[in-house]
T-cell receptor, first 111, second 114 residues
Framework: QQQVKQSPQSLIVQKGGISIINCAYE??????FPWYQQFPGKGPALLIA?????SEKKEGRFTISFNKSAKQFSLHIMDSQPGDSATYFC??????????FGTGTSLTVIP | DSGVTQTPKHLITATGQRVTLRCSPR?????VYWYQQSLDQGLQFLIQ???????AKGNILERFSAQQFPDLHSELNLSSLELGDSALYFC?????????????FGEGSRLTVL
């Protein structure tokens, strides 16, 4: 059973465009929602994270939007750049420190 | 640099063999996680340890086993290897139990089974 569902599987965006990746979860015990960025051959690295007490968190060109009632959260990458081309994973965690990852989105930003 | 160290970075072996992957967590982190990532696949959770004790098990095969030692480093043992075990194996660490926090990943160990 997939605890966190992620879409789309792949995404192609023009340079300067907005990339949007969506995730949904079922377990209301989750209280930490990070996004990880992974480049080929590298380990995933934390990009941005949010807790359910806020609806939005912005760090530079990256924004998480969080909808607690819908149990959904999304990553928005503004002014997407070729260097943003990577695989992005959403995740959810609870105080039990078990992390559940989405299936990943392969983002390609075309120059 | 995440502070999580994994060795070896690359490993090539034959079917039926046994290998051990090693992970040193970030300083101060008590929880260690192992993930498997096959080609173009997501991160499959294998197992989690906290301060030497197994805390959660995911899709870990019976041929695989892990442990966390008193110095908090962890080892993942893969035995009777099959071609399908070829993958990137990631170790990750976090501060511990009772509060959520960031998960830090190592660079991974790439296992190739021929």
């Amino acid at each position: 059973q997939q605890q966190v569902k992620q879409s789309p599987q792949s995404l192609i965006v023009q340079k300067g465009g907005i990339s949007i990746i969506n995730c949904a979860y079922e377990n209301t015990a989750f209280d930490y929602f990070p996004w990880y960025q992974q480049f080929p051959g590298k380990g995933p690295a934390l990009l941005i994270a949010i807790r359910p007490d806020v609806s939005e968190k912005k760090e530079g060109r990256f924004t998480i939007s969080f909808n607690k009632s819908a149990k959904q959260f999304s990553l928005h990458i503004m002014d997407s750049q070729p260097g943003d081309s990577a695989t992005y994973f959403c995740a959810a965690s609870s105080v039990r420190n078990q992390f559940y990852f989405g299936t990943g989105t392969s983002l390609t930003v075309i120059p | 640099d995440s502070g999580v160290t994994q060795t070896p970075k690359h490993l090539i072996t034959a079917t039926g063999q046994r290998v051990t992957l090693r992970c040193s967590p970030r300083s101060g982190d008590l929880s260690v996680y192992w993930y498997q990532q096959s080609l173009d696949q997501g991160l499959q959770f294998l197992i989690q340890y906290y301060n030497g004790e197994e805390r959660a098990k995911g899709n870990i095969l019976e041929r695989f086993s892990a442990q966390q030692f008193p110095d908090l480093h962890s080892e993942l043992n893969l035995s009777s290897l099959e071609l399908g075990d070829s993958a990137l194996y990631f170790c990750a660490s976090s501060v511990g139990w009772g509060r959520t926090g960031e998960l830090f990943f190592g660079e991974g160990s790439r296992l190739t089974v021929l």
